[in-house]
């Protein structure tokens, strides 16, 4: 799913197939992923830029996804089909805390029995990382496997990251 029309394409052309939504739509989110059918739901939402110098000016914009848009799609979740819901969340803090968009994330993530992988910092072509930043990390040429892993894991809390899920 993404928001972008003009990505649908780019989805299509990988073996997706594309649905363009807008998590912020609840009702518009409810009817795209009940009529989907999906045997999982698994949320990859951001709201990042392309450029790592741009991230300071859209952390309003990536707590709101990570808010609002986790909310209307756990709603979607329980309206649907689906007996697994899994999320990702971050493994490093920020200024020494979970902020509290993270929290939340995390929580809701929770309350529906899900599971929530904290990816450590990617790293590795087409990131804002060429070269292995500070732990906790991950290559992300390294993170599909332990992702479509955590299909099968219990519900809980999981770091994702070169040393594995744990």
């Not at 409810?30 to 990859?44: K, S």
Request: aromatic share 6%; net charge negative; charged share 25%.
């Amino acid at each position: 799913m993404t928001r972008t029309p003009s990505k649908s394409e780019l989805l299509a052309g990988l073996g997706a197939e594309p649905v363009v939504c807008d998590v912020f739509d609840r009702e518009s989110l409810v009817g795209a992923v009940t009529a989907f059918r999906p045997d999982a739901v698994m949320h990859q939402l951001t709201d990042l830029p392309d450029d790592v110098d741009e991230v300071a000016g859209r952390l309003e914009g990536n707590a709101r996804i990570r808010e609002v848009g986790t909310a209307n799609l756990v709603d979607a979740f329980q309206q649907s089909d689906a007996s697994r819901f899994v999320a990702q969340s971050i493994a490093w803090l920020i200024d020494g805390s979970r902020p509290a968009s993270v929290e939340r994330l995390e929580e809701l993530t929770l309350g529906v029995g899900g599971v929530v992988l904290r990816y450590g910092q990617f790293y590795g072509p087409g990131t804002y990382h060429a070269e292995p930043p500070p732990p906790p990390r991950i290559h992300v040429d390294r993170v599909a496997r332990p992702t479509a892993d955590a299909l099968a894991l219990d519900s809980g809390v999981y770091e994702v990251t070169d040393d594995g899920i744990g």
